[in-house]
């Protein structure tokens, strides 16, 4: 380091700084509010990965107040961005988006009653991904009755085909030993739009209900 190969009050005159200011860098004494500031942020650190890296300053602080009698936002703000805290994965699948997911009609049934008053009236259902490791993820698909807002299936696939969507619904069928007709809601994702899954609906007599494309 150039304070072993130069005298100090060399260094200072050169980088304009305070000889004063330099022994206190070095005395070892540490500000307290520096060392505030180390304290704060190991417990800040401590709450955002327990949190899987979800959460932000707002609630950071509202969690540092049930501890502490006064903290500025400000402060957790600037503390954070001075971290390098490790962010969430936002790694999403690839969605492919098909002709015939833009071209099929089929009547919205549903309407937004969204409050059917007895069971087995509504389902509703849809896809989503679970990330299971870097850029890797398995596809979950779940069905609702909405009179209850209760899951009545669901299974988990490597791929997120056809397959998934009959063998969710099967699962339902086969859990509430459906005996009448139930209308079916979804939006127009390609598994529910596919010939092979509405060809299963209608042998099933489930009557299919779609939301408007782009509306999930």
Known sequence: MLRHEHSVVTLCRVLKVNRSTYYKRFSGKIAPRIAENQQLGTIILEIYTTSKKRIGPAK????LLRDLAFLCIGRVYRL???????KMSTVKPVFKTTK????????????QAFNPP???QVWTSDFSYIPIWEKSFVYLCVILDLFSRKVIAWTVSKKIDTALAITIIE???QTRKLKTSVLFHTDQGSQYTSFEFRQYLEDHSIVQSLSKPGYP
Not at 60 to 63: A, E, L
């Open 80 to 86: 954070m961005s001075t971290m390098n805290s490790p």
């Open 100 to 111: 015939s997911q833009v071209s099929l009609k089929r009547p919205n049934y549903l309407k």
């Open 118 to 120: 007895t069971p087995d």
């Open 171 to 173: 699962k339902a069928i």
């Open 60 to 63: 950071v602080r509202r969690m």
